[in-house]
C-alpha cells in the first residue's frame, strides 16, 4: 500500500495504474470471496462467472507491463487456493449469490469510483488533446520499421486480435502477442512521453479543485481496504511487470 493514494485513485501513468488496476482487481475478489461464502451456505454449484482479473485502459498503457507480457495477456487476481465443494443446480439461488456478490463489489468501489468518476474525462481530455494527436501520427512509421503495417492505434490492436486469434497453439499465440506488445512498447514511449507530463497537470489542478475529497480518501481508504481484507480473507495485490 502506497503511503499516498492519489495516484492509486488518480491514475495519470501506465506505471500508476497498476495500483489502480489492483484496486479494481481488489473489488472482483472481494465479489468472488462473497459469491463463494454464499454458495457453499446455500449449497449450489459455482455459477459460471470470469474469475478474477487485472483490467488495463489503453489510454494510460503499461508500457513495461506491454514489452514483456504482450496486450491481450489476462492476468489473474491472486486468490486463495480453496475449492468449492460441488453443490447442486438452482439457478435462481446461484442468481441470489450473484448478487449478493455485486453489492459487496459495489460497496468497496463506493469509497473511491464517485471521484475516480470525475477523473477519467481528464485522461480523455489528454487522449484528444492536438499534442497526443500529433504525437501519435508518428505511430504507424515506427511500427513500419518492426514490419507491422497499420494506418493507426486502432487498426494495430484489430491486427493483434486478428493475429492472437488466428493461431490455435496458445504457446506460437503467446508469443505473437508478446511481440506485437514489444514493437508497440517501444512506439508508444513518443507519445507517452508527451500525454503524461500533460496528465500530471491536470492532475495537480484537480488534486487542488478536490481538495476535500482527496484528503478524506487518504484517510480513510487505506484502513477500509483493511477492514475487507479480514472480513472476507483476501489480500490487496497489484500486477507488476
Same mark, same amino acid.
Given at each position: 500500500? #502506497?503511503?499516498d493514494?492519489?495516484?492509486?485513485?488518480?491514475?495519470?501513468?501506465?506505471?500508476?495504474?497498476?495500483?489502480?488496476?489492483?484496486?479494481?482487481?481488489?473489488?472482483?475478489?472481494?465479489?468472488?470471496? %462473497?459469491?463463494?461464502?454464499?454458495?457453499?451456505?446455500? +449449497?449450489?454449484? =459455482? #455459477?459460471?462467472?470470469?474469475?478474477?482479473?487485472?483490467?488495463?485502459?489503453?489510454?494510460?498503457?503499461?508500457?513495461?507491463?506491454?514489452? @514483456?507480457?504482450?496486450?491481450?495477456?489476462?492476468?489473474?487476481?491472486?486468490?486463495?487456493?480453496?475449492?468449492?465443494?460441488? +453443490?447442486?443446480?438452482?439457478?435462481?439461488a446461484? !442468481?441470489?449469490?450473484? &448478487?449478493?456478490? %455485486?453489492? $459487496?463489489?459495489?460497496?468497496?468501489?463506493?469509497?473511491?469510483?464517485?471521484?475516480? *468518476?470525475?477523473?477519467?474525462?481528464?485522461?480523455?481530455?489528454?487522449?484528444?488533446?492536438? %499534442?497526443? @494527436?500529433?504525437?501519435?501520427?508518428?505511430?504507424?512509421? /515506427?511500427?513500419?520499421?518492426?514490419?507491422?503495417?497499420?494506418? +493507426?492505434?486502432? +487498426?494495430?490492436?484489430?491486427? $493483434?486480435?486478428?493475429?492472437? &486469434?488466428?493461431?490455435?497453439?496458445?504457446?506460437?499465440?503467446?508469443?505473437?502477442?508478446?511481440?506485437?506488445?514489444?514493437?508497440?512498447?517501444? /512506439?508508444?514511449?513518443? $507519445?507517452?512521453?508527451?500525454?503524461?507530463?500533460?496528465?500530471?497537470?491536470?492532475?495537480?489542478? =484537480?488534486?487542488? *479543485?478536490?481538495?476535500?475529497?482527496?484528503?478524506?480518501? !487518504? @484517510?480513510?481508504?487505506?484502513?477500509r481496504?483493511?477492514?475487507?481484507?479480514?472480513?472476507?480473507?483476501?489480500t490487496?495485490?497489484?500486477?507488476?511487470?
Amino acid at each position: 500500500m #502506497p503511503r499516498d493514494i492519489t495516484a492509486m485513485v488518480l491514475p495519470a501513468t501506465g506505471a500508476d495504474t497498476r495500483l489502480t488496476r489492483g484496486l479494481d482487481g481488489f473489488a472482483q475478489t472481494l465479489g468472488h470471496a %462473497r459469491l463463494r461464502e454464499c454458495v457453499q451456505r446455500q +449449497g449450489v454449484s =459455482f #455459477p459460471d462467472v470470469p474469475p478474477p482479473a487485472y483490467i488495463g485502459w489503453s489510454d494510460l498503457p503499461d508500457l513495461e507491463f506491454i514489452g @514483456r507480457h504482450g496486450l491481450t495477456l489476462n492476468v489473474p487476481v491472486p486468490q486463495a487456493d480453496s475449492p468449492v465443494p460441488a +453443490g447442486r443446480k438452482d439457478p435462481e439461488a446461484q !442468481r441470489r449469490c450473484e &448478487q449478493d456478490a %455485486r453489492v $459487496v463489489a459495489k460497496e468497496f468501489k463506493d469509497l473511491y469510483g464517485p471521484l475516480q *468518476s470525475q477523473w477519467w474525462p481528464e485522461v480523455s481530455a489528454v487522449r484528444d488533446d492536438p %499534442r497526443s @494527436r500529433e504525437a501519435l501520427r508518428g505511430l504507424p512509421g /515506427c511500427l513500419d520499421r518492426y514490419g507491422i503495417h497499420v494506418d +493507426g492505434q486502432e +487498426g494495430f490492436f484489430a491486427l $493483434v486480435d486478428r493475429t492472437v &486469434q488466428g493461431i490455435e497453439d496458445s504457446a506460437g499465440a503467446a508469443r505473437a502477442d508478446r511481440g506485437l506488445g514489444a514493437a508497440y512498447s517501444v /512506439c508508444m514511449a513518443p $507519445v507517452e512521453a508527451v500525454r503524461e507530463p500533460l496528465l500530471i497537470r491536470r492532475r495537480t489542478a =484537480f488534486q487542488a *479543485s478536490h481538495r476535500d475529497e482527496i484528503a478524506a480518501l !487518504r @484517510r480513510t481508504l487505506p484502513s477500509r481496504i483493511r477492514e475487507f481484507e479480514r472480513r472476507y480473507g483476501v489480500t490487496f495485490a497489484q500486477p507488476v511487470p
